[in-house]
Structure formats: C-alpha cells, structure tokens
C-alpha cells in the first residue's frame, strides 16, 4: 500500500468515527435520561403551563405618553404605574395619573385622578377614581372624566363638584370644549336643576 492510500483510510475512519460519535450523543439517549410523564401528570403539567401564561402580564413603572395633534395641541400623560387589560391590548390600565392638555393658544388642563384606562390607539382616556381637575380659574371634582380626542371633549359625570372663582355648583355632567374651551353643565332629568352656590 502506498502512502496515499493510508492517508486517505485514516481520513474515512476519523470521519466514520466522528459521525458515530455526534450521531450518539445527539440522537440516543441512555433510558437513565429519558423522563415518562404518566397522563395525569401530563395533565398538571399542561395546567400549571396554561395558568402561569395566563397570569402574565406586561407591568409598566413610571411611564409617560406624549402625542401632539395636526393643530399643534399636546397631551401628556404620566402614571406611576401600569399594566395590559386583559381584554384590550390597546387598553392600558394606569395608576396615580396625571394628565396635562395644552391646546395651542390656551391655557393647559390638569387632570389627576387614581386610576385610568389609556386606549393607545385612539389617545381617548378614561379617568375614574378622586378625578380632579385644573383649568385657568376653575376646578372640579368627580368620580369620572372621559377624554375624547376624535370628538375634542371632557365629559366629567358622576358626583361632580365644579368652582369657577367665588362659585360653587353640582350637576349630573358636565362637557367641556377642549378646543373652544366652551362648557356645558346639564342634569340627567331635566325637572331637577343645576345647584348654584355663591360664596
């Protein structure tokens, strides 16, 4: 045999080799390393999977949005905390809010409140919880304000407690003009009237 002839048989036997080597430890496992999972155990384990990816959600910390309009008009919300609703994934969930309105040529609105719902595709949000809010000389509280920006509105409604300078009044809603600033105060039944009071 020549040279050439043993060169290339160590060649093929250390291939042979090898792939006998890779083939063994990739494909066959001793049975010491092969787990049986009975079906009830199978059944757990699917369980306990399902639940785990149930109860995740995405938690957010210290977050802030911000989006300016065609007209030039920022909106600015900031929460302490948030997190994905469970039916909406446009729809987030928003704790100890503060948000901030400031229309092009007019004074900024403040809104604070305990929670909120943030739709991010829409910007519309819906404050709920000790709503408070800020707008040159008037102040109101109530339990909810919804804020709509395709319709430009604040819609504030449920126990509303609304003071304009020395005045002082309660109405069922009240609707305000974000843009032409105009507000609409109005009772659910109209035998009832709006409280007034001067102080």
Same mark, same amino acid.
């Given at each position: +045999?020549?040279?050439?002839?043993?060169l290339?048989?160590?060649?093929?036997?250390?291939? @042979? $080799?090898?792939?006998?080597? =890779?083939l063994?430890?990739?494909?066959?496992?001793?049975?010491?390393? $092969? $787990?049986?999972?009975?079906?009830?155990?199978?059944?757990?384990?699917?369980?306990?999977?399902?639940?785990?990816?149930?109860?995740?959600?995405? =938690?957010?910390?210290?977050?802030?949005?911000?989006?300016?309009?065609?007209?030039?008009?920022?909106?600015?919300?900031?929460?302490?905390?948030?997190?994905?609703?469970?039916e909406?994934?446009?729809?987030? $969930?928003?704790?100890?809010?503060?948000?901030?309105?400031?229309?092009?040529?007019?004074?900024?609105?403040i809104?604070?409140?305990?929670?909120?719902?943030?739709?991010?595709?829409? =910007?519309?949000?819906?404050?709920?919880?000790?709503?408070?809010?800020?707008y040159?000389?008037?102040? =109101?509280?109530?339990?909810?304000?919804?804020?709509?920006?395709?319709?430009?509105?604040?819609?504030?409604?449920?126990?509303?407690?609304?003071f304009?300078n020395?005045?002082?009044?309660?109405?069922?809603?009240?609707?305000?003009?974000?843009i032409?600033g105009?507000?609409? @105060?109005? +009772?659910?039944?109209?035998?009832?009237?709006?409280?007034?009071?001067?102080?």
């Amino acid at each position: +045999m020549n040279t050439k002839t043993i060169l290339q048989l160590i060649i093929f036997f250390t291939i @042979i $080799i090898f792939l006998f080597l =890779f083939l063994k430890n990739t494909f066959y496992l001793n049975k010491s390393q $092969i $787990i049986e999972i009975s079906e009830s155990e199978q059944e757990l384990f699917e369980e306990t999977s399902d639940s785990s990816n149930k109860n995740k959600k995405n =938690f957010i910390q210290n977050l802030n949005y911000s989006t300016v309009d065609s007209n030039g008009n920022h909106f600015n919300l900031n929460a302490e905390f948030g997190e994905e609703s469970e039916e909406d994934v446009n729809i987030l $969930i928003l704790k100890n809010v503060v948000g901030k309105i400031k229309v092009k040529d007019k004074s900024e609105i403040i809104i604070k409140s305990d929670y909120a719902k943030y739709n991010s595709s829409s =910007f519309d949000t819906e404050f709920y919880q000790n709503v408070l809010g800020l707008y040159e000389e008037k102040k =109101f509280y109530s339990d909810n304000l919804d804020l709509l920006f395709k319709n430009n509105k604040a819609i504030i409604y449920n126990n509303i407690k609304y003071f304009d300078n020395k005045i002082e009044s309660t109405a069922d809603e009240i609707e305000f003009d974000i843009i032409k600033g105009d507000i609409a @105060i109005k +009772m659910f039944n109209k035998k009832e009237k709006i409280k007034i009071l001067q102080k």
